[in-house]
T-cell receptor, first 112, second 115 residues
């Protein structure tokens, strides 16, 4: 299995608070991705990174920001959490943008 | 735009039955195609892939063939087991246009296999 960890694995937070989710990889892959999974929608891309300090938006980026200061870490921040951001968040990595992606175990976030 | 459409679930089968989960796609170029599997409480695992037309991906008894003429990548298994119960996602990675490097997923198909 690819060495990908996510933290925390579960979080409950209140509306309006900032939340940061962390993805850590030990594979030295260049590309990292954040997805959210919601019933009936499959997985949707939030943001991705193609190198240290190089990031771009996905299809559902509103309300989210990311940072990548080291190859191994990719942070997802919800600037002011809303109930619509209750979801399961997955990080993924790949060594090439044309190759398959490997997924972390996920973070279940509940915004009350 | 790019999209992936999977057959509606849930799918319920008896052990040793034949499985087909349909998947069709739209893309601007010639995408790579994937099937991922998600077991309860876990992340997605790559099940199989195909990178060009007529390629057949296979793993753990599952197979899927890249059909460019019908833009399809249907998942099949000849004899399912209870342990195959999971959610299955079809996805494509489009090498063309603004979607380069971005996986597009179907909505997922829940499979339940009974003894």
């Amino acid at each position: 299995d690819a060495g990908i960890t996510q933290s925390p694995r579960h979080k409950v937070t209140e509306t309006g608070t900032p939340v940061t989710l962390r993805c850590h990889q030990t594979e030295n892959h260049r590309y990292m991705y954040w997805y959210r999974q919601d019933p009936g929608h499959g997985l949707r891309l939030i943001h991705y990174s193609y190198g240290v300090k190089d990031t771009d938006k996905g299809e559902v980026s509103d309300g989210y920001s990311v940072s990548r200061s080291k190859t191994e870490d990719f942070l997802l921040t919800l600037e002011s959490a809303t109930s619509s951001q209750t979801s399961v968040y997955f990080c993924a990595i790949s060594d090439d943008e044309a190759s398959e992606q490997y997924f972390g175990p996920g973070t279940r976030l509940t915004v009350t | 735009g790019n999209s992936v459409t999977q057959m509606e679930g849930p799918v319920t089968l008896s052990e040793e039955a034949f499985l087909t989960i349909n998947c069709t796609y739209t893309a601007t170029g010639y995408p790579s195609l994937f099937w991922y599997v998600q077991y309860p409480g876990e992340g997605l695992q790559l099940l199989l892939k195909a990178t060009k037309a007529d390629d057949k991906g296979s793993n753990k008894g599952f197979e899927a063939t890249y059909r460019k003429e019908t833009t399809s990548f249907h998942l099949e298994k000849g004899s399912v087991q209870v342990s195959d119960s999971a959610v299955y996602f079809c996805a494509h990675l489009d090498p063309g246009g603004t979607s380069y490097g971005k996986l597009t997923f179907g909505q997922g198909t829940i499979l339940t296999v009974h003894p």
